[in-house]
């Protein structure tokens, strides 16, 4: 039974060591090789890497054989390249046959038990992942007398792929990030080679040196943990985990999502494929069928048509679950552009110029959006209304006043056409009880699965290949160079494509582990308040956040039927970052927040008290938090041909329709991020993938109980 916190373990050179071998190599061999000028231990050597590179070789080139067979045939050869002129009458067969035998009796490395005790008494579960076979492998702990469960030994040669193959790892990556609600696996080994792969596919690294002496960082990157011991290494693994307990992990899709209001009846293309198989090849394969994907392809779609569809490109969206079954479709439904808040810190920390960018940008999505609505009669309750925040802490109301008169005295136009209604008139202009200021502006509510539908519908009717409930596991470099130069591998199968648009927002670093810690997964929960049949409240016209303190907050939507759509609840579980922090799991409730709409409209609106309103029902989602809470735009640094929409940080209604515009522009015509007219802010870029402070976290934690720095990959 595996725990969430696990270890993998390479065997053979990490806890298990060679000297045995050389010993056994200096017992039959010893003078002989002396007297060539040979020394045993470095001829030992020399064999032990020259198989691991022939093994690697004949994995690599699809001809994999098991490792034990490729070391002992390479004996004679090794004994050539050493100077030996005829090795097969130099050394006899009952010389090898000597040999091999005591390779089957290697030794586990001083410290090696003492090390796989201290995890497994700080709560890790020990699995080993090794390119040897598993009866010789499983031997050398029987005969340690450390118990070593069958079922935790797992070899290379199971699925005929070596290590350091990305391929080799990723199964049981997979596996343990399924089974422990997305936690990140350790690796260790005292390879450089074999712990460097394992963490950029994914896993967390620790290096022990008590092989290798030399740990070439320069050459293989930074580790999470390296020590000279195996026990050192346990310890600083368990120090680490508990250290950095909040952080990311591998984000993986909950197969059973909670079902949001807006999901209840599913469109027709809710799970939908275009083709029963796979397409094998095509232009474009865009990764996720939320609001970002779907938009991307949207307007793709428009670009080419103005152009006489003549270079329509073919399109392959891959959903690992339901078509819009991610944040787009489990939201708070609020349309409602920054002018004041965020964008005041933008802009004491970037400069008015670029805050007044995203400031417009968000603002111009509320008319965007109602013109296409209108446009293409799109079904999804879009309304037009003035948005209120409501402040409830006079300390709050004030520094947000501040930021407000700076930003209205700098000229920012969407703050400009903000209004700001403090002292009595506040509770009066808001019908929030206890509010004592106010911030009011164009805002929109909508429908956003109808939307998404629509706009995804459209695309399919226009020849978008559409294929539901097919997880990307992986995004490869094709080996030869191809115009379809990447390798798109899904729980069905591969595809080839020319680009790749990776459009997961909370999932984003199960696919680019680069943006671990940069975009967190962070679950957010909302609820549908309802009056019970003979009660009602006063009917809201107007959206709310309201706003108890500088961590707090609420925001909810008015709806047609009388209901009331609303997302928040930090309090039920902020002090509990676990439920929510770093979490990818939507399957669940947060059971602390289940209840806390119940009253809520009775609590704070005027009018309401006798409404009998209560929750009736109750959903999460998954949301991708950047760690500077700007979203990341553009060609993922250093990936040609490959680029990245998400980290929107529960704010993507009004940024992702005209960001996924711009990013149209560079995939279709090649242009410049700078040319797009997207706010500079949110290009994504290798400057904001090195930073290691955590920005954002003094917003989202209560004060003091922020990590203020996330570890550097
Ligand atoms: C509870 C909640 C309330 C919110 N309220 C608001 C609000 O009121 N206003 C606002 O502006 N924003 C809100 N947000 C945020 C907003 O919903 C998001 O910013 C936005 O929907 C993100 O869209 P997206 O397309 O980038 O991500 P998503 O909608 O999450 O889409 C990503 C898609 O990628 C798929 N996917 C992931 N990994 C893979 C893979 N490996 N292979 C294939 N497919 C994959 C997922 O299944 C998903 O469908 C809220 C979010 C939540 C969770």
Redesign the pocket.
Known sequence: MSTSKNVVFDVVGTLVGYDHLFAAINARLGDRLRAEGIKPSLLGYTWIEVAEREYTYLSMSGAYKPFGTVFEALFYRTLWMAGIAEPRVWASAEDLEYIMGQYVGLKLRPGAAECVQKLRDAGFTVWCFTAGELQRVGGYFAQAGVDMPAENLISCDERGIGKPDPEAYRPVLEKLVAENEGKTPWFAAGHMWDVAAARRAGFRGAYSSIWEKEPLTELFGDMDVIDDTLPGMADKIIAHHASHSVKAKTPA?APNSTTSFWRTNPHALDSYRSTEALPEECDIVV???????VSVTHHILELTRSEGGAAAPSIVI????Q??????????????PDSYNRIATLSDEFGIVAATEVAEFEARHVETLRQIVERENIDCDFTVVDAIDVQISESHARSLKDGYDRLVAAGCGPTRRTKYVGGKEAEAFSGVKGAVACFSYTAGHLW?YKLIMHLLEKAVRQGVNLQTH????SIKEAATSTPHSWLVRTSRGTIRAKKVVV?????TS??LPQYRDKIVPVR???SRIVAPAGHTGPRLTRTYTIRHNEWNYD?LIPRSDGSIVV?GARPAFIDNPDSWYNVSDDSRVLESAVRYFDDYMQKHFVGWDESHAYTDRVW?????YSSDGLPHVGPVPGHENQWI??G?T?????Q?FLAAEGLAKMVVHGTEFKDTGLPRLFQTTQARLDETKMAISGSIFKPGAAPVAVAKL
């Open positions: 899709l990764v996720g069928a939320g609001y970002a994907g891959l959903e690992g679950r078509a819009c079954s991610g944040a787009t479709g489990r939201n708070g439904g609020h349309l409602k956003p097919t997880q990307v596991t459009a997961t927002n909370g999932y199960a696919l957010g929960t909302c925001y997302g999460t989602g998954i949301m991708g929409i998400g929107f529960g704010h993507g209604m009004p992702i």
